[in-house]
């Protein structure tokens, strides 16, 4: 069966940064996939390296890097919410999961990924996953999909031990590198390692051996 998958993120580069191997997969295998992305992180403090954004132009380049992103992995159903970034956490949870309800009410997804509530370290991110989780808690048992999430903070390894999917994407490394290269803007100054001709064969292997494993956590519902 083919899975409906909704990922749901709140900047531009949260689809993409250990995560674009699987969703790279999802779309190979013939599933539909539908990102959510709630802002257009504006407030983003890297501007490129060199610089070549500025607090005016980066919402116009962010809003590129990400659907030239979406076009490396595959994603052709991209819902730009265009909030403010770093502003979810001041708004309603339940104005939020309305919001997500909507879009799963549409997607109806078997398979959600996010940040794992509490575990991403960003407040755009865990105020977002809080949002989403209420939104699947208000569906009957059987409909909820699946959440995946993603963990950020070491304090979240600690206590949920090792992650219940472990995703090589080497076979698709190359095309997962294309993706983050369109997030020029938030990538550029270390991934330029990729292609800087000085760096050794080791070093490049190792760099995209990093980038062959993608990691996500099941999240445990509470008995609501
Ligand atoms: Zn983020």
Redesign the pocket.
């Known amino acids: 069966m083919n899975e409906r998958v909704l990922a749901i993120?709140?900047?531009p580069?949260?689809e993409t940064i250990g995560k674009a191997g699987t969703l790279i997969n999802h779309v190979k295998n013939g599933d539909e996939v539908t990102l959510i992305c709630a802002t257009m992180?504006q407030m983003g403090r890297k501007m490129g390296k060199p610089f070549f954004a500025n607090r005016e132009t980066l919402t116009a380049i962010r809003k590129k890097e990400l659907l030239d992103a979406c076009e490396a992995i595959g994603i052709r159903d991209v819902r730009m919410w265009m909030m403010q970034d770093k502003t979810l956490q001041f708004r309603e949870k339940s104005f939020l999961a309305d919001k997500v309800q909507a879009v799963m009410d549409e997607v109806k997804p078997t398979l959600v990924y996010s940040y794992y509530p509490e575990y991403g370290v960003?407040p755009?991110?865990d105020a977002l996953s809080d949002a989403t989780i209420l939104a699947i808690n208000r569906l009957p048992r059987k409909e909820r999909p699946v959440f995946l999430g993603s963990v950020i903070s070491r304090e979240g390894q600690d206590e949920l031990g090792a992650p219940d999917i472990i995703n090589d994407v080497s076979h698709v490394v190359h095309e997962k590198i294309k993706a983050l290269q369109a997030h020029r803007s938030q990538t550029e100054h270390w991934l330029v390692a990729v292609t800087d001709p000085s760096i050794s064969v080791q070093e490049r292997k190792e760099l995209l051996e990093k980038q062959s494993q993608e990691q996500f956590w099941i999240y445990r519902h509470k008995n609501i």
């Open positions: 993120y709140p900047h580069d949260d992180g960003h755009d991110h």
